[in-house]
């Protein structure tokens, strides 16, 4: 196995297999026997351009042969900084067929994210595009590379001190390649057992975290989401979230639509004004979405039988309200499937034969009938039936340590192996799971989980910023929204040296992601202090709660 990743205990790995969920396929076998089986159907369109199963295999080999070409080596990771574009599919199979590990980044990363993912994977190389909706992705993704330092090569005095950016990732396989022909669909290099990719996890230390998956334990994953969902080869998946995310990759998302024969629609964006008239033209039938987006959608929702190709929503990644989801589940063609999963395995769906109750109010049930589920208090005790309490979880799909993190890993898992997710949820009788909110210091702004740590990291870097704490405010719209509490060093006043805006201008030098910038910021002088002595942040959010239910202050 790779270093740095945990393997899954040799007994649990033989249950997995005599269960017939782990099979030895890989990801470049996956399109080779889907193009085998649907040469012509349509694997990808993004509205315009449409690829073949046959082409999107070609396409990928073509990708493997020239990104080998360019010097990346089977088990070296690759940053892939892509938006929901065509590129994107015969990029991700050629990396899978090279024997190379894509690692999934978000396209709304910037410096900050992107240099931190490039060192902490050791990656050689990024792929992204010049640029995408007006951000310059190759700027950023250059300057992201020239903060890290490639260790140098022992034999090649000539090794790029820093990784290598690639920017045009189309010229990867759109012409001809003489070579390719006969590239077999299944690289020698593809180890089923081993990790294939990394994911990034929002991070609650600071950093994110990357999520080593393996062939066998996502493919499974992928296959036992199609029969929870039902897909066939007359599906149509359109990829409203970012393709590089947990939900939209294999829930079922891309890859559940290629196991099944059907066609994957990328969505440049996910407003109403570009999805709409996509599913509408591709007549979509499968779609998933952030519950932030659900009034949107509904906003926007024009009179059937518009829309009417539609069968299944899917709404995850945050909590969504009941009143929405009714909403949703009576204005909405087709069904409503809450969806409650985490890149690092557990996925929770409810059922497409869920009472209309369950789907409303509960976020379903584990995927696997080997998915362990333990809800237990503060202490590691099992909660009586029907309480909340954290949830733990290992199984046939769940990782068991990020990559390279001894240090996070003794403390996001038990000694038994289960991972804790940080969540807090009850477990109902029949066995469904309702999510009731978070433990850790995640906030969760539209689905977007951000480290309340890291942005205070990237704010107390500000030379007049003496103390930061980042706590999450409730919000109608997006769940959940970003409040900063800033000291300032003695001597500074908040004005005009310390502002909202000089921190926003702070944090864009800095490379941030701009949905990790605080909605809202209070200078204070102090902050309040825990019985040993740390920052409460329990304290600030019942300040925040109490400063948010006073009448306003009424002019005299
Ligand atoms: C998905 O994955 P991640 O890794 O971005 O985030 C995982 C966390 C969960 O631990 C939970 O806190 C929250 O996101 N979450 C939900 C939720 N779905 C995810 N909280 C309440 N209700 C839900 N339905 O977000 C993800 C991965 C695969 C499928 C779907 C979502």
């Known amino acids: 196995m790779i270093p740095g990743a945990t393997p899954y205990p040799a007994e649990r790995a033989a249950t997995y297999r005599a269960a017939g969920y782990w099979r030895g396929a890989t990801f470049g076998a996956l399109l080779r026997e889907s193009a085998t089986r649907w040469p012509g159907n349509t694997a990808v369109t993004d509205g315009h351009t449409r690829l073949s199963y046959a082409q999107l295999d070609a396409a990928a080999s073509t990708a493997a042969t020239r990104l080998a070409r360019l010097g990346i080596r089977p088990r070296e990771r690759v940053v892939l900084h892509l938006p929901n574009t065509l590129p994107y599919l015969p990029v991700l199979f050629g990396l899978f067929r090279l024997g190379a590990l894509p690692v999934c980044a978000l396209p709304g990363h910037r410096q900050h994210e992107l240099s931190h993912v490039l060192r902490r994977s050791g990656a050689p190389a990024l792929i992204t595009v010049e640029r995408h909706l007006g951000v310059r992705h190759g700027d950023i993704a250059r300057e992201a590379a020239a903060r890290v330092d490639l260790p140098a090569h022992p034999t090649h005095a000539e090794k790029p001190a820093h990784p290598t950016v690639f920017t045009d990732p189309a010229s990867l396989y759109t012409t001809p390649d003489p070579i390719t022909p006969g590239t077999p669909g299944r690289s020698r290099h593809e180890d089923p057992a081993d990790i294939a990719f990394l994911q990034l996890s929002g991070g609650s230390t600071g950093i994110p975290k990357l999520i080593p998956r393996t062939a066998d334990d996502y493919l499974?994953?992928?296959?036992?989401?199609?029969?929870?969902?039902?897909?066939?080869?007359r599906d149509v998946y359109l990829a409203v979230l970012p393709v590089a995310h947990n939900f939209?990759?294999?829930?079922?998302?891309?890859?559940?639509?290629?196991?099944?024969?059907g066609t994957v629609v990328l969505a440049a964006a996910p407003s109403p004004d570009v999805c709409f008239p996509l599913i509408d033209s591709e007549r979509v039938t499968v779609t998933a979405i952030v519950p932030p987006l659900a009034p949107v959608w509904l906003d926007a929702l024009p009179a059937?039988?518009?829309?009417?190709?539609?069968?299944?929503l899917q709404v995850g990644g945050a909590r969504l309200a009941p009143?929405?989801?009714r909403r949703l589940l009576h204005r909405m063609p087709g069904t409503l499937q809450q969806v409650f999963g985490m890149a690092?395995?557990?996925?929770?769906?409810?059922?497409?034969?869920?009472t209309e109750e369950a789907i409303?109010?509960?976020?379903?049930?584990?995927?696997?009938?080997?998915?362990e589920i333990r809800v237990v208090d503060d202490g590691d005790t099992p909660v009586a039936a029907g309480i909340s309490g954290h949830l733990l979880t290992r199984g046939p799909y769940t990782i068991n340590g990020y990559f390279d993190a001894p240090q996070t890993n003794a403390t996001s898992f038990t000694d038994d192996g289960f991972y804790r997710t940080g969540d807090i949820v009850r477990l109902r009788p029949d066995g469904a799971i309702e999510v009731r909110g978070r433990s850790g210091d995640i906030i969760n702004r539209a689905g977007e989980k951000i480290s309340a740590e890291e942005v205070e990291n990237l704010l107390l870097s500000h030379p007049a910023v003496h103390e930061a704490i980042v706590v999450g405010r409730p919000d109608a719209t997006?769940?959940?929204?970003?409040?900063?509490f800033i000291v300032p060093r003695s001597g500074v006043e908040a004005t005009p040296a310390l502002t909202a805006q000089t921190l926003g201008s702070h944090l864009t030098t800095l490379g941030t992601a701009r949905y990790k910038f605080p909605d809202d910021y209070a200078f204070v002088a102090t902050l309040p202090l825990t019985a040993v002595g740390k920052i409460s942040r329990a304290q600030l959010r019942t300040q925040l709660a109490a400063l948010l239910t006073e009448p306003a202050p009424q002019p005299q």
């Open 248 to 261: 939209t990759m294999s829930s079922p998302g891309i890859l559940g639509t290629l196991l099944a024969g």
């Open 360 to 371: 409303i109010h509960t976020q379903g049930r584990p995927l696997s009938p080997h998915d």
């Open 220 to 233: 499974y994953s992928v296959r036992a989401s199609n029969e929870v969902c039902r897909m066939t080869d």
């Open 478 to 484: 997006r769940g959940e929204i970003i409040h900063a």
């Open 323 to 325: 009143e929405v989801a």
């Open 304 to 312: 059937r039988p518009a829309l009417s190709s539609l069968r299944l």
């Open 344 to 354: 690092e395995g557990l996925v929770s769906y409810t059922r497409l034969d869920d």
